[in-house]
């Protein structure tokens, strides 16, 4: 699982230009898809709109901002204090193995799901859903 950054606009940042061209991410993007798909597997990509950074990771809640200089904040609705990095690595994570396992993508809902719910809100069913209740004694009919 990987987050989709604009590079391009990363790179209008002059004092972060030269590393971020060094470490040749948009390289790295196109090796991982590459091997991803050499060993049948699947890349997801977290969308760059995806507020990975400002998303409580304890209690959902999306802060409206959160200046770049703010390395750790705290939650106004849960109180919990965030390490902006390590959040939003976890808040990806989450995010990602969410759409993975519901088979949808993470990226911003342009029109309703069948369900009327994103992949990421659905609920499993459970396995005894669709089967007619056993009564006590009586044997199902074939």
Request: include cysteine; charged fraction near 25%.
């Amino acid at each position: 699982m990987i987050e989709d950054l604009t590079v391009r606009s990363l790179l209008r940042n002059h004092t972060l230009a030269r590393a971020i061209s060094d470490a040749a991410w948009t390289e790295l993007r196109s090796m991982l898809a590459y091997k991803c798909a050499w060993y049948g597997r699947d890349l997801v990509v977290i969308d760059r709109f995806f507020p990975s950074s400002r998303l409580c990771g304890k209690c959902g809640t999306v802060r409206d901002t959160l200046p770049l200089n703010a390395r750790e904040w705290t939650c106004d609705h849960c109180g919990a204090v965030h390490d902006r990095d390590m959040n939003a690595a976890h808040n990806i994570l989450t995010a990602g193995s969410a759409a993975t396992a519901c088979g949808g993508g993470v990226r911003p809902r342009r029109e309703s799901s069948p369900t009327g719910r994103s992949p990421v809100k659905q609920e499993t069913r459970r396995a005894t859903a669709g089967l007619p209740p056993l009564k006590r004694g009586k044997r199902p009919s074939k």
